[in-house]
């Protein structure tokens, strides 16, 4: 079993790492922050070409429309299941530890078509998904004999 933030050794396309298991806040908190900032960088682009009142209108609308924390959760799954999502997982969980690692795209010349299955157990090693998995387990109970 994998404890959170304590050092793990990782290994993607032939090279090891050092990585920490994320809490389930952490992964899901990053993916949150990035999805607000791409939504509110979407925005703004958008706006860029409007002005004065009409400008803030769409843009206090926009705020407005940010996802929910169920959507959040929804959205964040989906995109942890994609290759974009899994180099952000992999750099969050790679970053403190690798001083060359200092952004997703570090993952792009490691991942192949070759070895883009491995991805997804490393991915479960980090993310801590394994564990709230197992943790949601029923202990196996051993039954007693019955009488006759």
């Known amino acids: 079993m994998n404890v959170i933030n304590v050092p ?3 290994e993607i396309g032939g090279e090891s790492f050092k990585a920490k298991v994320l809490s389930i806040g952490e992964l899901f908190g990053h993916i949150e922050n990035i999805i607000k900032d791409e939504k509110i960088k979407n925005a703004q682009k958008m706006a860029s070409v409007l ?14 429309s940010m996802p929910t924390e169920g959507e959040i959760i929804t ?11 899994c180099k952000e997982v992999l750099y969050l969980a790679t970053k403190d530890l690798n001083e060359d690692i200092n952004e997703p795209e570090y993952f792009d010349r490691l991942i192949t078509p070759d070895n883009v299955g491995e991805l997804d157990i490393v991915v479960q090693k980090v993310s801590g998904i ?19």
């Open 51 to 64: 002005e004065g009142q009409e400008k803030t209108d769409f843009l206090l609308k926009a705020l407005d």
């Open 8 to 10: 793990i050794d990782i």
């Open 75 to 85: 959205i964040a799954s989906e995109r942890i299941a994609t290759l974009k999502g």
């Open 130 to 148: 394994n564990e709230l998995n197992n943790s949601k387990k029923k202990p196996e109970t051993k039954k007693r004999a019955g009488k006759k």
